[in-house]
């Protein structure tokens, strides 16, 4: 079946650094990519989002890359700071279900002071 | 405000009892999810809900897990004779109408359940 995977499971990084955390997904038909967080004893909590008309979006020291052509969603991180360190999820919605995300398995950053 | 909340945050249980898990969701969302998190895996979908809308329920693994949601707010997931493999965190999340596009879905702090 289709799927949204992680490329790498865990990434460590010096603090400082920036950091680029990948994902592949394999449907087509997915129109909208989330990058979730979860810290450790808590909830996915929503970094930021792209639609699939788009192809960079930034947010404040994020920023997400979508490459449709080869099906490919990456995160970057700047200046990564030990508040960083969470495991990061991607996740698609296929276009027609307006509620259904597919989850990737998740990366473990980890920030070095 | 208040975010989503879920009681208990853990529970240990014995193989071959049942359980519920309870979720409060954001006051005013009126759609409702409930995920299951293996040891290191992502979020597998179980069940939702939307509004008074039959609830698509296509993500329960087996007939031992139900769900309901009472008056539109609160849902509890029920797992029956429970089994070991059900072991994982039970996140819940709401978000506003999904209408005709997704809107955000937030998450709380999820039940770890643990099954001996």
């Known amino acids: 079946g289709e799927s949204v995977g992680l490329h790498l499971p865990t990434l460590s990084v010096q603090e400082g650094d920036n950091s680029i955390i990948n994902c592949a997904y394999s449907?087509?038909?997915?129109?909208?990519f989330i990058w979730y967080k979860q810290e450790s004893g808590k909830g996915p909590q929503f970094i930021i989002d792209?639609?699939?008309?788009?192809d960079k979006r930034q947010g404040q020291r994020v920023t997400v890359l979508l490459n449709k052509t080869v099906k490919h969603l990456s995160l970057q991180i700047a200046a990564t700071q030990p508040g960083d360190s969470a495991v990061y999820f991607c996740?698609?919605?296929?276009?027609?279900?307006?509620?259904?995300?597919?989850f990737g398995k998740g990366t473990l950053l980890t920030v070095n002071p | 405000g208040a975010g989503v909340s879920q009681s208990p945050s853990n529970k240990v249980t014995e193989k071959g009892k049942d359980v519920e898990l309870r979720c409060d969701p954001i006051?005013?969302?009126?759609?409702l999810y409930w995920y299951r998190q293996s040891l290191g895996q992502g979020l597998e979908f179980l069940i939702y809900?939307?509004?008074?809308?039959?609830?698509?329920k296509s993500g329960l693994p087996s007939d031992r897990f139900s769900a309901e949601r009472t008056g539109g707010s609160v849902s509890t997931l029920t797992i029956q004779r429970t089994q070991q493999e059900d072991s994982a965190v039970y996140l819940c999340?709401?978000?506003?109408?999904?209408?005709?596009?997704?809107?955000?879905?937030?998450f709380g702090p999820g039940t770890r359940l643990t099954v001996l």
């Open positions: 999340a709401s978000s506003r109408d999904s209408g005709s596009s997704y809107n955000e879905q937030f």
């Open positions: 449907n087509s038909a997915s129109d909208y």
């Open positions: 809900f939307q509004g008074n809308s039959a609830p698509d």
């Open positions: 792209i639609r699939s008309n788009m």
């Open positions: 996740a698609e919605n296929t276009m027609g279900s307006n509620y259904k995300l597919t």
């Open positions: 006051s005013g969302h009126t759609a």
